[in-house]
């Protein structure tokens, strides 16, 4: 009868310590480990904005004889960046502020868009310290830093973000600025239209200076070439390598930076 007893108590005893340990077993979780190659690909996208134009080279801060300062210059805005329209003034349409353009209401969701797609700081304009080779009122390209230097006295600069030539249209060289125009209009060259009706788009032989002008508020040429500093309808494309060979700024910084220099002065692209 012992022997039948002592078996039973037995099987119960680990009945009931069985659950116990099992659960003791799981207090403290094992931590879970991910490769590094499965997170990789997550810990990229972070802070990647869609459709974010990269540049050719990481901007850095400091560079050969340029010292950046810690802070940015103003920027100006009045009436010089909207192009007057005399029929709008004849016939005036309902208008609604966007950045620093006034446009329709029909236009309006069109520029909340634009105006979302912000570039980076870096590239707004800043006044820096310079000890290069250049002469006060010379103009400096980085194409490959994507920055625009104006040459200033007493060992400073004025930097702006630009947009270059996308692969294929880099160039460098050095020239004068020829002519300057204000809401320019557009005649793009032949092989210009050629090869964007190759790709399905057709571009006007003609278009006039206006806020949806890819030549934007101002242009300074450079040189017999074809090649402009100018404005854009495209703000966003600042600090890319974007242009078929213009240097392309925002309105706000085209507008300043030609106010401050003359037919006749020297740029240098690089």
């Known amino acids: 009868m012992k022997s039948l007893i002592l078996p039973g108590a037995l099987a119960l005893a680990a009945g009931i310590a069985s659950p116990a340990i099992a659960n003791d077993r799981y207090v403290e979780r094992p931590p879970v480990v991910v490769s590094p190659d499965l997170s990789a690909p997550w810990v990229l996208q972070l802070g990647r904005e869609p459709g ?34 005399p029929q709008q003034q004849a016939q005036p349409v309902p208008q609604q502020r966007t950045g620093i353009f006034a446009t329709s209401q029909s236009k309006t969701a069109q520029g909340n868009k634009r105006q979302a797609r912000q570039i980076d700081p870096i ?15 010379t103009i400096v390209i980085d194409t490959k830093q994507n920055f625009l230097y104006l040459v200033e ?61 890819p030549l934007g508020a101002r242009a300074m040429y450079l ?9 854009t309808n495209q703000p966003w494309t600042i600090g890319g390598a974007v242009s078929s060979g213009c240097i392309r700024m925002r309105n706000e910084d085209v507008i300043d930076l030609y106010e401050r220099v003359k037919v006749g002065a020297t740029v240098v692209v690089s």
Do not use: C
Request: charge should be positive.
């Open 52 to 85: 974010k134009i990269v540049s050719r080279e990481a901007p850095r801060a400091m560079q050969v004889g340029l010292q950046v300062q810690p802070y940015a210059l103003e920027p100006r805005f009045d009436h010089r960046y909207e192009k007057p329209n």
């Open 153 to 213: 006295r007493d060992g400073k600069a004025r930097r702006y973000g630009v947009g270059t030539g996308k692969p294929g249209f880099e160039w460098a060289g050095t020239h004068k600025i020829t002519q300057k125009r204000e809401w320019p209009d557009w005649r793009p060259p032949s092989e210009m239209i050629a090869r964007e009706r190759a790709r399905g788009r057709v571009l006007p032989a003609h278009l006039e200076g206006g806020i949806e002008n």
């Open 123 to 137: 590239y707004l304009p800043q006044e820096i310290a310079y000890d290069g080779p250049q002469k006060p009122g």
């Open 223 to 231: 040189g017999s070439t074809l090649y402009r500093i100018h404005g």
